[in-house]
């Protein structure tokens, strides 16, 4: 989604800015664009597209040491150069790029039109650009005219909404303006040169000191470092950290694209999240991070996971195994409904937050409203440091290490492997015998080298390929633990591939989208052993009576693969853990088609990466 950078000090600002861009390209965006200060004032270039072609239109010689750039993800405007950030005001003395969404931009661009202003794009920023500049320069601002910081608390008082923006000023070349509301910032800070980004990710070559803007903070950066204030008043001391887990480049690492690099790394992944937290030799579990003790766990009256797309359908196989191992009522819930429906929030109960880039907008306004109504929720999350992972102050990083393909794989796969970590942890503390713990943390434990051995040989994928590939629409069917993956399935297929899926728990089948079934008709039931593989082999028998194809992704060993037109095998695991295998064929088969059908496998249409407004 949108992506902000900009710099001020020594160093020539475009290298850094367009190298800031590319940085930021794993997030999803469909148009960019720069401003720097030159001897001439504002130099201003924006692109639709990709970041490489914005380089191509920079002249090499711009000379500038202070500029801001930006990706846009577009939310109100379409996809045009007019409509890419940064917006500079009427007179081009001010430039602003905005991550976040103005909501009462109607009302305020009426205002400013009345006033004689001149909008040139669709987009909500354009009216802070005008608002700022209307502090800054107007003589009847006696308060705020001239004073950067002054004049942007001055607009921000004026909006409602969300925002992470960098503001320019062109006869203030020494310094940049930036405030944080619900969008993140971070500051970085080197010698004789300051940085502010939306992602720490792309102020990796440059530094590893930096300060975290938190909601209602603005920044005055300079060369020599940053001031930060409260957005309504005083000066605050904010701490520099060090950037401790640094991710490296985007690098596909001899794989054709990063997706499938990804789903090649979860055996490695698997193993960062379950080394030193599984020990199989009591049974247990250990994840100091989570901070609960015996005590606190005992008395835990609910569990509540929440999270968004792909970390829902992990969060759902979460809820099954807490419930079914642990004994604790637990229910999953997606993230972006949570709030709006003013949920009870049981003081008793435990909240997980669950994401893998810990910015999700949805999921991080679930955590504040736990947080106002005096709940307890923890973060399950990848990106150490993020928005999520810093409010709630607790939790389990899942380590899965870098995912920057737009299709979660590895990070789905880290987040059932955290939260089955956490089970064990719960259940053990609750009424799981010793003799059945050991069994369970055994099976976690084997479960790295398992998804290593099945994707050494993942069976006739290409086969599915074809069947889906010219496909009106794929039903993806399971049950108990099975439902959640035959979602993911579908989800994945969607997003890489564009085929039309629906997912339904397989019970459901009948109760509708059998209507659906004509002969030949691709159908993928995901059954592997346990106790409701029997009761999804009758739903799996009811699609081949109607015609419909169906391949059967199942626990090898098991005779099912003859029921169905298609086999699947996946290694044995014990039923709880089966998500860890079944997703696999499923994340191979959106890879593959998409490829077939020559999609852009790792930026998908449409979608971002890292989801950061409602
Ligand atoms: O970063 P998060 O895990 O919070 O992201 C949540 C969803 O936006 C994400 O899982 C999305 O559904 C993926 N593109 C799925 O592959």
Known sequence: MCGIIATVGRASAVPVLLDGLKRLEYRGYDSAGLAIV???GLALHRRVGRVRELSSGVPADLQSTVGIAHTRWATHGKVTEANAHPHLDGGSRIALVHNGIIENMGALKARLEADGVVFRSETDTEVLVHLVSRYYHSEDEAVTAGDPVAAVRAALRAVRGTWGIAVLFADRPDVLVAARNGSPLVVGLADGQSYLASDPHALVPYTRRVVFLEDGEMALIDANGVQTFQQDGGRIDSAVETLEEVWGDEDAGGFPHLMLKEIHEQPEALERCLSGRVIPETGTAHLGGMDLNPRDMARLSRVSLLGCGTAYFACQVGARLIEDLARVPAKAEIASEFRHRNPVVDPEALFL??????????????????????GNVVGVVNVVGSSIARACGRGVYIHSGPEMAVASTKAFSNMVAALSVFTLMLARQRTLSAHQGVVYAEQLRAVPGLVKRYLADPGPIDELVKWVTDSR????????????????????????????????????????????LEPGSPVIVVAPRDDVCDKTLSNLQECRARGARVAVI??????????????IPVPATGPFFSPLLTVLPLQLLAYRTGLVLGRDIDRPRNLAKSVTVE
């Open 38 to 40: 030159t001897d001439q």
């Open 353 to 374: 937050a669950v994401s893998q880039s810990g910015e999700t907008a949805d999921t991080l306004g679930a955590v504040r409203e736990i947080q106002l109504k005096g």
């Open 473 to 516: 629409m794929v039903l993806f069917l399971g049950r108990g633990i099975s439902a959640p993956v035959a979602s993911e399935g579908a989800l994945k297929l969607m997003e890489v591939a564009y085929v039309p899926c629906i997912a339904y728990p397989a019970g459901e089948m009948k109760h509708g989208p059998i209507a659906l």
């Open 554 to 567: 199942h626990t090898e060993g098991d005779d099912i693969g003859e029921l169905a037109d298609l086999s």
